[in-house]
Nanobody, 121 residues
Framework: VQLQAFGGGFVQAGGSLRLSCAAS????????MGWYRQAPGKERELVAS???????NYGDSVTGRFTISRDNDKNMVYLQMNSLKPEDTAVYYC????????????????WGQGTQVTVSS
């Protein structure tokens, strides 16, 4: 099982980006999915998460600007980022709790490789 994130890039303040993350492998079930970010010199923080039933939760700094969604048929999670600010600059990581087919009773924590988002002022 692995997660692969893509869609980062460079954008001016006020612009938009959409991140995508695909889960692949021998998957039995995916529980929560989410996005975290880590800026230089700072700890990794939750950006947004979404349950398998599509209940979303957002960090205070992105509420109203970012939208998380998922496609359970495609095992994907997305993050639409609008009204981007320079302080949103960070490496963004996708995360998911996934039960593999051989360990269907247990959901383990998986992380994508990270994708850089840079917002210029």
């Amino acid at each position: 099982v692995q997660l692969q994130a893509f869609g980062g890039g460079f954008v001016q303040a006020g612009g938009s980006l959409r991140l995508s993350c695909a889960a692949s492998g021998k998957i039995f079930r995916i529980n929560d999915m989410g996005w975290y970010r880590q800026a230089p010199g700072k700890e990794r923080e939750l950006v947004a998460s979404i349950t398998s039933g599509n209940r979303a939760n957002y960090g205070d700094s992105v509420t109203g600007r970012f939208t998380i969604s998922r496609d359970n048929d495609k095992n994907m999670v997305y993050l639409q980022m609008n009204s981007l600010k320079p302080e949103d600059t960070a490496v963004y990581y996708c995360n998911a709790q996934i039960a593999g087919r051989s360990t269907w009773w247990r959901a383990d924590d998986y992380w994508g490789q990270g994708t850089q988002v840079t917002v210029s002022s």
